[in-house]
C-alpha cells in the first residue's frame, strides 16, 4: 500500500462543521491526557534531571497511533469523523510525535526507506535548529 500524502486544501474544504466540533473536542481530551499523563510519570520518576514524562507521552501515542491506524487500514474502523476526532484531534493534542513515527513508518512499509531516513532525520535535527533559531531570536528582539 503506498503512502498517499494528504492534500489538505482539499481535507479542509471537505470537513463539515460537525468535524471541526469533533477535532476541537479531541484536541481539548489530547491536552488534558498530554498534561495528566506527563506529570503522572515526572512525579513517579522522581528524576528531574530526565523528561521522562514527555518520553511516555511520546511513546505511548506512537504505540496507540500504531494500534489505530491499523485498525483504520486493516479493518477499516473508523469513520470520517472518527478519525477526524482520534487521529487529529486527540492523537494531534496528545502528541504529534505519534505522527511523525506513523508516517515515517509508513515510508518504510513502502520501501521508500531513504526517504524515511531523511524524514526522520530532518524533523529531529531541523526541529532542534528551529527551536535554537527561535531562542537566539527572541534573545535578539527582547534582550
Known amino acids: 500500500m503506498r503512502y498517499e500524502w494528504r492534500d489538505y486544501s482539499t481535507h479542509r ?3 463539515g462543521v460537525t468535524k471541526f466540533i469533533l ?3 479531541g ?4 491536552a488534558l491526557l498530554r498534561y495528566y ?3 503522572w510519570i515526572q512525579q513517579m520518576a522522581k528524576d528531574v534531571g530526565f523528561l521522562w514524562g514527555t518520553l511516555i507521552v511520546n511513546l ?3 504505540l496507540a497511533i500504531g494500534l489505530f491506524s491499523y485498525l483504520a487500514d486493516a479493518r477499516g474502523v473508523f469513520t470520517a469523523e472518527s478519525r477526524a476526532f482520534v487521529f487529529i484531534g486527540v ?3 496528545y502528541t504529534t510525535f505519534s505522527t511523525f513515527g506513523n508516517e515515517t513508518m509508513a515510508l518504510f512499509r513502502d520501501g521508500e526507506n531513504g526517504l524515511a531516513l531523511a524524514n526522520a532525520g530532518a524533523h529531529v535535527l531541523l526541529g532542534l ?3 535554537w533559531a527561535g531562542r537566539a531570536l527572541a534573545n535578539l ?3
Open 13 to 15: 474544504r471537505s470537513l
Open 23 to 25: 477535532i476541537g473536542v
Open 27 to 30: 484536541g481539548f481530551v489530547g
Open 37 to 39: 499523563v506527563s506529570g
Open 60 to 62: 505511548s501515542g506512537c
Open 91 to 93: 492523537m494531534g493534542a
Open 129 to 131: 535548529g528551529a527551536v
Open 141 to 143: 528582539i527582547w534582550s
